[in-house]
């Protein structure tokens, strides 16, 4: 079972220049295709004079979703570089692109890989990684005089609270790490045989 994974908390840009030719570097943290799309657009608009918009991303926890594109440069030459350098850093949910601007002397395949390697490095050296930890979203239903215990549940598992609700008959809203969850069942479980009603839901 995945429990956490690797992506970037930011925005961060890169650069390189050969032969004339510009390569600017974009690192996006994205979730969706939709996300991904809207990045991509919104960089043709701002930079319509580019020759190349190439790009890679993989998405999704399990990095189910992966895509390179060399956007009329020679196959393989573009995407293919800037999805290593993704992969290098063991990062998921991210999306990097890179515009040349094209600078009147060829740089031939091995020198374009080189060029898109190095500025989509840039722009991921210039990112903050940070880890993310899977969680599972979760409610509980008890009583006013049960706070205590929940207060202490919060603490004890690390439970990311979402929604409160303090009247008669409470409830919490909240997340937890996957990695939590079992022991967070247990602990409600043992609070219940001691006299507590606590009625637990995990989503």
């Not at 190439?54 to 594109?69: D, F, H, Q, T």
């Not at 990097?96 to 080189?114: E, H, Q």
């Not at 940070?130 to 202490?152: A, F, G, Q, W």
Request: hydrophobic share 40%; with cysteine.
């Amino acid at each position: 079972m995945i429990e956490s994974y690797l992506t970037i908390s930011s925005a961060s840009e890169g650069f390189y220049k050969e032969k004339g030719s510009k390569f600017l570097a974009f690192a996006f943290p994205v979730a969706t295709e939709d996300e991904v799309r809207e990045r991509l657009e919104d960089l043709r608009k701002r930079y319509h004079d580019a020759r190349h918009h190439c790009y890679a991303y993989i998405l999704g926890a399990e990095k189910g979703s992966v895509r390179a594109n060399d956007d009329g440069e020679p196959n393989h030459s573009a995407g293919d570089p800037i999805l290593g350098q993704i992969n290098s850093k063991h990062l998921t949910n991210v999306l990097v692109v890179v515009v040349r601007y094209f600078g009147g002397t060829k740089l031939g395949v091995s020198g374009l890989i080189n060029a898109y390697k190095v500025s989509a490095e840039d722009a991921l050296n210039n990112a903050t990684i940070e880890k993310v930890y899977l969680t599972h979203c979760i409610r509980v239903d008890y009583p006013y005089e049960s706070t205590n215990e929940v207060m202490r549940l919060i603490n004890d598992f690390e439970i990311r609270v979402k929604d409160q609700v303090f009247e008669v008959a409470c409830i919490l809203k909240g997340e937890v790490k996957v990695t939590l969850v079992q022991a967070l069942k247990e602990k409600v479980q043992l609070l219940k045989d001691t006299g507590h009603k606590l009625e637990l839901l995990v989503e």
